[in-house]
């Protein structure tokens, strides 16, 4: 008596079938219960969907199922929560709804830019899947630059080398990149807790980037924990996440062009011609790709 397992078409409905109730069509509920089974069986693992499902459609769908097939039907309901866009509820009947296409080719009128879709894929691993997820274009904005951090720091972290010692010189901080490496499984295990696994790569980040940079000497982290590292932000970034750089392409293409002009403007300092020198990093600048001179005599470079 609480739902409808059936309900009469209407002359107009394009849904309609002969039953021993009249011409009709299967109810809301019944319907999912009915496809689940047939195509999952009486019982599955993982059950997805709306936050805003979860009732009456999903209660209701456990109820007739578990009547039916004399089991509960899902091990695990995995509810997503709703989108808004700048703060308010996406939906078709705000008029303000935002395709995956607009968001890649910037073509939405809250869109300054067009995102790639792996800036996109990060911006939503930010947010628990359970949390409300907010798209405007300061946000992906953000997202945009904390990825192109993120990813610089793993191509840093994949270049550095252990120091010979056996045990970290500094147990402090060994103990804390420890620590922010054991918790990536942890949290994962915790409902998919993405967001926290960001947070504490962001953490290790600014270590990562002052090993680089020499103002952590490399004898502060035992080289096992470094191997750690190297093995945790792949197989979390790549593997999981699925995230690459998102200008990797360019880079590839780019890389044998700009080590030539590195090499012309290293020539060019060597012989105190800091005109060349200048001129090669001030056009570099202006199209956009930025050049650093390192502590240990090299030059590093990169978009943006």
């Not at 007739?64 to 700048?86: A, D, K, L």
């Not at 090993?211 to 792949?234: C, G, H, Q, W």
């Not at 050049?291 to 990169?302: A, L, Q, Y």
Request: proline share 4%; aromatic share 10%.
């Amino acid at each position: 008596a609480d739902f409808a397992l059936w309900k009469n078409a209407a002359p107009e409905h394009i849904m309609r079938w002969s039953s021993p109730w009249g011409v009709g069509f299967p109810g809301w509920h019944i319907e999912c219960s009915a496809m689940a089974t047939k195509y999952l069986g009486a019982q599955f693992d993982i059950h997805g969907g709306g936050m805003d499902l979860l009732f009456p459609h999903h209660e209701s769908e456990i109820a007739q199922s578990t009547i039916c097939n004399h089991t509960s039907p899902v091990n695990y309901w995995m509810h997503n929560n709703m989108i808004t866009i700048n703060g308010r509820k996406m939906g078709k009947s705000y008029n303000n709804v935002i395709k995956l296409t607009e968001l890649f080719s910037g073509s939405h009128p809250i869109l300054a830019q067009a995102f790639h879709p792996l800036t996109v894929r990060f911006f939503i691993l930010q947010s628990h899947y359970r949390s409300p997820l907010d798209f405007s274009n300061d946000a992906l904005a953000a997202s945009e630059k904390a990825l192109k951090r993120l990813w610089e720091a793993f191509e840093n972290l994949k270049k550095l080398e252990a120091g010979k010692q056996e045990t970290a010189s500094d147990k402090e901080l060994d103990d804390k990149l420890n620590k922010w490496l054991h918790e990536f499984e942890e949290f994962m295990d915790d409902d998919f807790s993405t967001p926290k696994i960001i947070a504490n790569m962001f953490e290790m980040t600014s270590v990562i980037n002052s090993l680089k940079d020499k103002l952590i000497p490399m004898e502060s982290v035992a080289p096992s924990t470094l191997e750690r590292m190297k093995e945790r932000f792949n197989t979390y970034l790549t593997e999981i996440f699925g995230l690459k750089a998102t200008d990797s392409a360019n880079n590839e293409i780019l890389k044998p062009v700009m080590e030539l002009l590195l090499d012309i403007r290293k020539e060019a300092k060597l012989k105190k011609d800091f005109a060349t020198s200048d001129k090669i990093r001030n056009q570099l600048t202006e199209m956009g790709i930025v050049i650093k001179d390192e502590k240990d005599g090299g030059t590093s470079w990169g978009i943006g």
